[in-house]
């Protein structure tokens, strides 16, 4: 079965429509920009295990750092 392909808009190599389908975006490796790294914080909500939480956003990231009762 052959790989169904497309253009890069930026560079013009070959990339395959996978990619559209799965990250949504048409451009290759190389042209894509990068992601936030993501972060993680565990919360312990429960007595017995915590749970980590990971977000790609620093606002969020700042509140999840903050004791539970502060959120609150």
């Known amino acids: 079965m052959k790989e169904r392909m ?3 808009p930026s560079c013009g ?4 429509d996978e990619r559209l389908e799965l990250l949504g ?9 990068d992601r936030p790294p993501l972060r993680g914080v ?8 915590g749970v ?3 977000t790609d956003d620093s606002t ?3 509140a999840l750092k903050k004791p539970a009762n502060q959120r609150r």
């Open 25 to 33: 975006t048409e451009y290759c490796i190389k042209c894509s920009p």
């Open 6 to 8: 497309h253009k890069c």
């Open 13 to 16: 190599c070959l990339v395959p």
């Open 52 to 54: 980590l939480v990971l």
């Open 60 to 62: 969020e990231f700042e």
């Open 42 to 49: 565990m919360e312990y909500g429960h007595k017995t295990a």
